[in-house]
């Protein structure tokens, strides 16, 4: 378990990282307009990932996945290949997850972007999920237990009628993509995992509207919900602090804050 705490030079490289996840998911904003291709989108960040902030898309061949972000519209839920055939119409709902590499350090974020006009119900379904990361943010701090985050996730979403994806989770993250904590986003007894100042993860709740089932597409990556339903994802990555956490992943217009104190 020593090797997943991250010291002094570890943190400074990841929060450099960070910031530039972050600046992706800034910048990108005003490009998430009806007509836009998803390859579009997809070129945007890579050219700006690549020639302005000097660092590597962690996504493009990872596992052989042909693109730099994953682009999940609607019905999916991951890991969307950006597609030149694909166009964003007014209405829809759109997960941008980026991670990059910045001198070997990783870091990984997801927002969702309404297109144009989006429904109250499909608007509903994104506040949600944003709130259900941001809830869970208030458990974390050294000795707390992990399994808390995924029940806390859990419980505020069922409560307002959605479901939590069960196959996929958040995880450790630094040298190495995905490293261990595995952070469910359920609550899962047997996890005894105490969290402990150093370690960093992400927190990347994916919320259905309808059924919780998945299923994936014969390209190998695209991950759609079985019934059709609209699914939602948030994601940041987070140190533990001996107090709180700190939001590596944190941009600048969000409402809360970049560094959480739980006392
Ligand atoms: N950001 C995703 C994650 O949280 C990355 C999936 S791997 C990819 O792990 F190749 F699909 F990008
Ligand atoms: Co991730």
């Given at each position: 378990m020593k090797n997943i705490l991250k010291n002094e030079y570890d943190l400074q490289q990841i929060r450099i990282s960070g910031k530039i996840t972050a600046n992706v998911l800034e910048m990108i904003k005003p490009y998430i307009i009806p007509d836009i291709s998803t390859k579009d989108i997809d070129d945007i960040c890579h050219n700006y990932i690549i020639n302005?902030?000097?660092?590597?898309p962690a996504c493009l061949g990872y596992n052989n996945f042909p693109k730099s972000i994953c682009i999940s519209?609607?019905?999916?839920?991951?890991h969307g290949i950006p597609n030149k055939k694909l166009f964003l119409k007014n209405g829809d709902i759109v997960n941008i997850d980026v991670s990059v590499i910045k001198n070997n350090y990783y870091t990984d974020a997801?927002?969702?972007?309404?297109?144009?006009s989006v429904n109250k119900k499909n608007k509903l379904l994104c506040q949600i999920t944003r709130n259900s990361l941001y809830l869970s943010l208030k458990c974390i701090k050294h000795g707390a237990k992990i399994n808390k985050i995924g029940q806390i996730i859990q419980k505020y979403v069922e409560k307002n009628k959605f479901s939590v994806v069960k196959e996929y989770c958040?995880?450790?993250?630094g040298k190495n993509f995905h490293e261990l904590p595995y952070i469910l986003h359920f609550y899962n007894k047997n996890d005894h995992t105490i969290m402990q100042k150093g370690m960093v993860f992400t927190i990347e709740p994916m919320v259905n509207e309808k059924s919780s089932s998945i299923k994936c597409m014969k390209?190998?990556?695209t991950v759609k919900t079985q019934d059709g339903g609209l699914s939602s994802q948030y994601e940041h990555t987070i140190?533990?602090?001996?107090?709180?956490?700190?939001?590596?992943t944190h941009q600048k217009n969000e409402k809360i804050p970049k560094i959480f104190i739980n006392t």
């Open positions: 302005v902030k000097k660092a590597i519209v609607n019905d999916v839920v991951c997801s927002k969702m972007f309404l297109v144009g958040g995880h450790g993250i390209d190998g990556w140190v533990v602090t001996s107090t709180g956490c700190e939001i590596i």
